[in-house]
């Protein structure tokens, strides 16, 4: 079983194939718990590859990448894959900037090898607070975790109702009519607002982008959260 979607275009944007391939990824995952591991084992260790080398160099990690982009193939052809990976994009005439097919760009630019400021991984990016809290139950499931985000929000009152509190954390923050927004204490909506569960996630780089949705396929639900 072979995970091969692909890309079109580059960047963040290049992403959207997840969600016009949810239905076809879902089917992989379901059927390949083998792969399943294969994309966890990735999404723990791509923050500790700063270099081509290291990605070459880990066989697992580098079939997810390349699987990533459809580019899956090429998992063999190492000195070409390097010659992408190195590429300085700055540069017009640079190896991938001269390949007719884009997928090997989009590899380039999402690792950003050959940039002068290096690799965007998630290790580069400052942590936000509860980042491993993707779902209200996540969060109300935690007590300890809880009883700290409702003291940084000066809410612990509410400490104990955890219906009114789900209803303030699924409610969309942008729809002045929602829940949390017809509330009159505004600390609420400042609470709901930090975590915006009913918010699509927000990526500093193709790279976040990437570990991101990969993450989102191994919750408990599957692929229910991606896209």
């Not at 998992?75 to 894959?81: E, K, P, T």
């Not at 699924?170 to 949390?180: G, L, R």
């Not at 509330?183 to 990437?210: C, G, I, V």
């Not at 949705?213 to 959260?225: C, I, R, T, V």
Request: overall charge negative; aromatic content about 10%.
């Amino acid at each position: 079983m072979t995970f091969s979607p692909y890309v079109l275009g580059t960047g963040i944007a290049g992403w959207n194939f997840l969600d016009r391939t949810r239905v076809q990824q879902q089917q992989i995952f379901e059927k390949s718990p083998i792969l399943d591991r294969a994309v966890q084992d990735f999404t723990q260790k791509i923050e500790g590859i700063q270099s081509s080398d290291q990605l070459l160099d880990d066989y697992n990690v580098l079939k997810v990448a390349l699987g990533a982009f459809g580019l899956e193939e090429d998992i063999n052809n190492r000195a070409f894959i390097k010659k992408v990976l190195d590429s300085d994009l700055s540069e017009p005439t640079s190896f991938a900037n001269r390949l007719n097919d884009n997928r090997y760009l989009g590899l380039a630019q999402t690792f950003g090898f050959g940039g002068e400021t290096g690799p965007q991984l998630p290790s580069s990016s400052v942590e936000k607070p509860y980042a491993n809290v993707a779902s209200p139950e996540d969060l109300l499931s935690n007590q300890t975790l809880l009883n700290q985000a409702l003291d940084d929000f000066g809410l612990k009152k509410y400490a104990g109702n955890e219906f009114f509190l789900m209803r303030v954390l699924e409610s969309d923050t942008t729809d002045p009519a929602s829940f949390v927004n017809r509330l009159s204490d505004s600390k609420l909506a400042d609470f709901a607002n930090a975590f915006q569960f009913n918010q699509p996630p927000e990526y500093t780089s193709s790279m976040e982008a990437l570990v991101g949705e990969f993450n989102a396929m191994n919750d408990g639900d599957g692929l229910s959260h991606c896209g």
